[in-house]
Each structure stands twice: as structure tokens, then as C-alpha cells.
């Protein structure tokens, strides 16, 4: 599987973006059986959990700091899953990773030694 990212920008405090993650899978495995996660990185920090959507799209799972600003989404017949960031803070900024994985179970959603196949980031500042 090949996940490329994008969306990424600058915008400040109080704005929104939307990222995108687009998945090239392999013939014989749907993409809507691969459940999709989004993780962030600051420089000298761990990565940490954003949010996950499970491969039927019925549930969908955040971190603390993310709840009710942030919305995870799929469209499986363009392959794509979105994140979309509203009211983003300054300590938003952050390089921005999407990841898949066929086989994951709920209680691993936010693990991210649990995601087989990463994307490439994206560069989110927020400015204040």
C-alpha cells in the first residue's frame, strides 16, 4: 500500500485545513477494508495519535486534544481518507502522517506500532 498526504499549509489560529490521504492498495484487497489512522510529529517528539476511522467507516476515534475540532472521513470510491482541522491552535503544528493497516482492532486504533503502511507527511503550522 502507497499513501501519499497532502493539505498541509499555513493558517492561523482559529483557521482550518483539510488533509487528504489518497491509498494505493493492492489488487485483491479493497481499500475500504483498510482501516485508515492519522498521527502527527514534532521535531524531537514522539509521534502521537490524531485520529483513526475502522475499515467499515462506522466508527472513528481521537485523541483528547483533537476532539470536536477535528473530523476523520473516508471516501472509498476515490480511496481517500480526510482529516479535516477547524479552530486549529498553535500547538497543532506539527508534520502530519497518514497510516493503514488491514487488521486492526479497536483497542490498538491509536497505536501506532499497530499501522503496517505510512505515508509521506504534511507540514501544518498555525500561527498565532
Known amino acids: 500500500v502507497q499513501l501519499q498526504a497532502s493539505g498541509g499549509g499555513l493558517v492561523q489560529a482559529g483557521g482550518s485545513l483539510r488533509l487528504s490521504c489518497v491509498a494505493s492498495?493492492?489488487?485483491?484487497?479493497?481499500?475500504?477494508?483498510?482501516?485508515m489512522g492519522w498521527f502527527r510529529q514534532i521535531p524531537g517528539k514522539e509521534r502521537e495519535f490524531v485520529a483513526a476511522?475502522?475499515?467499515?467507516?462506522?466508527?472513528?476515534n481521537y485523541a483528547e486534544a483533537v476532539k470536536g475540532r477535528f473530523t476523520v472521513s473516508r471516501d472509498n470510491a476515490k480511496n481517500t481518507v480526510y482529516l479535516q482541522m477547524n479552530n486549529l491552535r498553535p500547538d497543532d503544528t506539527a508534520v502530519y502522517y497518514c497510516?493503514?493497516?488491514?487488521?486492526?482492532?479497536?483497542?490498538?486504533?491509536?497505536?501506532?506500532?499497530?499501522?503496517?503502511?505510512w505515508g509521506q507527511g504534511t507540514q501544518v503550522t498555525v500561527s498565532s
Open positions: 492498495v493492492a489488487s485483491g484487497r479493497a481499500f475500504r477494508s483498510y482501516t
Open positions: 476511522m475502522k475499515a467499515s467507516g462506522g466508527y472513528a
Open positions: 497510516a493503514s493497516d488491514p487488521s486492526i482492532i479497536q483497542s490498538t486504533l491509536a497505536s501506532q506500532t499497530a499501522y503496517a503502511y
